[in-house]
């Protein structure tokens, strides 16, 4: 909740700055001088990234390299063994858990390490430790529980953490576990929080080409991957994927933002332009920490002559009255706000 309301001062604080008589002349920004966002890399609506069949194909890859390798269980702090020493029952235990360091106790020879090792080697070494006190024994370990394969789902579940993952557990299972999007309130509208569009699956530092919407929502098995052990899902929440139009539109506000959506888009989910509108938007990017300024000729895109343009993530869309004098007043007020935010004056 608290990014919430950091996002909602910034917001209230660049509305503070447009309506009150703010005003610093170290603003040196000009209209000729901003640049076009169709000029910026991959601002285009039809700039497409990566099809679905590509996708496809780049997580077959993938996995195929995952199919290549020989999982082997090694034991792990957390983990339950059972531990039989043939013809000697007061040597036997029924669930010793391997401790944080990898340890457990065995009678005679006192605390063994044994996490990553294999069961193999850990039987080995408890033989050959044991050899000095009895003659040939023989001991057999087992697995009880296995609690150290693990996987981590964290951002907008209900209950974000560490779960224990069994043999053909896969992500969806995970995101059920974890209780599915947690709900949060946006605009008066309580709603899922998720963003599966912009999920993430890391795993051994990369992260997966895996659609979580294909996966979750419509149970493809190619998306719905086998976990493996220590797998980082993060689910991001709407709270970080906002967008926000102001200025000369029927409803200032903030929108849930969508990959697909572009600055049409965007209006029309605001009840579209009044009619006093001019012909340029200014399009905020970056954030408060680091803001780019960007025009796009909405006039153009209209008439159809211009191309629609991409919104992302975050982005503030300002639409000025009809002539460049109030374009030029917002520019002065912007930056002085930016400054006062970086401040903390209206982190509240």
Request: proline residues 3%.
């Amino acid at each position: 909740m608290q990014n919430v309301r950091l996002t909602m001062g910034m917001f209230l604080a660049l509305l503070m700055c447009l309506t009150s008589g703010c005003y610093l002349h170290r603003m040196t920004y000009n209209y000729d001088g901003i640049q076009e966002l169709e000029d910026a890399p991959e601002a285009l609506m039809d700039v497409s990234g990566i099809t679905p069949e590509e996708q496809d194909k780049l997580l077959q890859e993938v996995l195929k390299q995952y199919e290549k390798r020989d999982i082997v269980f090694t034991i792990n702090a957390g983990d339950v063994l059972d531990i039989r020493v043939y013809d000697n029952p007061d040597l036997s235990y029924n669930q010793i858990v391997v401790t944080p360091d990898g340890y457990i106790g065995v009678g005679l020879v006192g605390q063994v390490q044994v996490g990553g090792l294999t069961m193999v080697e850990a039987n080995a070494k408890l033989e050959k430790l044991l050899g000095e006190y009895i003659v040939n024994p023989r001991v057999t370990i087992m697995t009880h529980s296995v609690r150290s394969e693990t996987a981590t789902i964290t951002g907008a579940v209900n209950n974000s953490g560490m779960f224990v993952i069994s043999s053909g557990m896969r992500l969806a299972d995970l995101y059920a576990l974890a209780g599915g999007s947690s709900v949060r309130n946006y605009n008066g509208q309580w709603l899922d929080a998720a963003v599966l569009e912009s999920s993430l699956l890391v795993r051994d530092g990369k992260v997966m080409p895996v659609n979580f919407t294909r996966a979750i929502k419509h149970g493809d098995p190619l998306h719905n991957v086998l976990l493996r052990k220590n797998d980082y899902v993060y689910i991001p929440a709407k709270d970080d994927n906002m967008v926000y139009v102001i200025g000369d539109v029927q409803s200032p506000q903030r929108c849930n933002w969508n990959e697909n959506m572009g600055l049409l888009e965007l209006l029309a989910s605001c009840g579209w332009v009044n009619e006093t509108f001019w012909d340029h938007a200014i399009i905020i990017r970056g954030g408060f920490a680091d803001p780019q300024m960007f025009k796009v000729d909405l006039g153009g895109i209209l008439k159809g002559k211009k191309r629609n343009v991409r919104i992302l993530a975050g982005d503030i869309v300002y639409l000025p009255k009809d002539d460049l004098s109030e374009y030029n007043v917002f520019v002065r007020k912007l930056m002085p706000t930016i400054q006062l935010i970086r401040g903390g004056r209206y982190l509240y």
